[in-house]
């Protein structure tokens, strides 16, 4: 199966979720963390999923999911995630009809995207997904990269990525720019004036300097 790997941008954007048990909880979750404006439709709810109603983190409507749901407001993606299959192929089928992406959870024949096994670090996300062959598998992947990858590594993305807009404003585009950004992602860098990264970034630009505007004619 070919995948075309991708990060989404959700925030704002509205996302339906049918379903609100345990398989709809952690899809819910994750969508919260990407700020996606999520609705959820489903007669009964896990507490977790309740609370986040009340505090108006998600819109919950505690009824079965009716055709012609997914075209109420537009809606940019859904999951269904249901434990009646004859309710998450009417979903499929209803998001297909109305070009929605749309994942059936635990069913890839149904799926137009698949949830990732993610590891977090800050703005670091490294995402394993086995196209729903074996999430089992992806899980353990998961773990054995988060046990690997140091705790502080979003910090240090934090710290990289302040010193890459400093060299982007200091260096002109070019080869050599594009050589001193891979130099320093694999050095330490820190937030003080004087770290190593940040040193070695000014001099690079002193011998380097951005050549001046020509003036107006």
Same mark, same amino acid.
């Given at each position: ?100 992406? *749309? ?14 096994? *993610? ?69 330490? *860098? ?28």
């Amino acid at each position: 199966m070919d995948l075309f790997p991708i990060f989404l941008k959700l925030t704002g954007r509205r996302c339906l979720v049918i379903g609100a048990g345990n398989l709809a909880e952690s899809k819910i979750e994750s969508l919260r963390a990407a700020n996606a404006n999520v609705t959820v439709i489903a007669p009964d709810a896990r507490p977790r999923i309740l609370d986040l109603a009340v505090g108006g983190d998600i819109t919950l409507h505690q009824r079965p999911y009716e055709p012609g749901d997914l075209t109420t407001q537009k809606y940019f993606l859904v999951v269904t995630a249901t434990n009646v299959p004859a309710v998450n192929r009417a979903v499929y089928q209803e998001a297909i009809a109305n070009e929605i992406m *749309v994942n059936a959870v635990d069913d890839p024949p149904f799926c137009d995207f698949y949830f990732p096994s *993610v590891v977090r670090r800050g703005d670091l996300q490294i995402a394993i997904s086995t196209a729903g062959s074996s999430p089992a598998l992806a899980q353990r992947l998961r773990k054995e990269i988060n046990a690997q990858l140091p705790l502080d590594a979003g910090d240090w993305l934090t710290d990289l990525g302040n010193l890459r807009r400093e060299v982007t404003q200091m260096e002109p585009l070019n080869e050599e720019r594009k050589l001193l950004l891979h130099q320093l992602a694999q050095r330490e *860098v820190c937030g003080f004036d004087q770290c190593p990264s940040r040193v070695l970034a000014r001099e690079h630009a002193k011998t380097n300097p951005i050549p001046e505007p020509e003036p107006a004619s």
